[in-house]
């Protein structure tokens, strides 16, 4: 139910009007993609939390600047 939730955010976090935004220029996107490989990895939720942030963050700043 979640994923319901965090997928549509991801892969189109202007809202629906802007379509997809499936690029390396989307944050949100490269983060969750970088959560999921973390997940599947080590499979410890804290960890796959910290390392979706942290590359969300250093994407935002790399990208947009």
Same mark, same amino acid.
């Given at each position: ?6 997928? $549509?955010?991801? &892969?189109?976090?202007?809202? !629906?009007? /802007?379509?997809?935004e @499936? *690029?390396? +220029?989307? $944050?949100?996107? &490269?983060?969750?993609?970088? !959560?999921? /490989?973390?997940?599947? @990895? *080590?499979? +410890? ?21």
């Open positions: 139910m979640l994923t319901a939730i965090i997928v $549509p955010m991801a &892969v189109s976090p202007h809202g !629906a009007e /802007a379509g997809a @499936l *690029t390396w +220029r989307n $944050p949100q996107l &490269v983060g969750a993609l970088a !959560a999921i /490989a973390a997940s599947a @990895l *080590t499979r +410890r939720p804290l960890l796959t939390i910290a390392i979706g942030l942290m590359v969300f963050f250093v994407w935002q700043c790399i990208v947009l600047r």
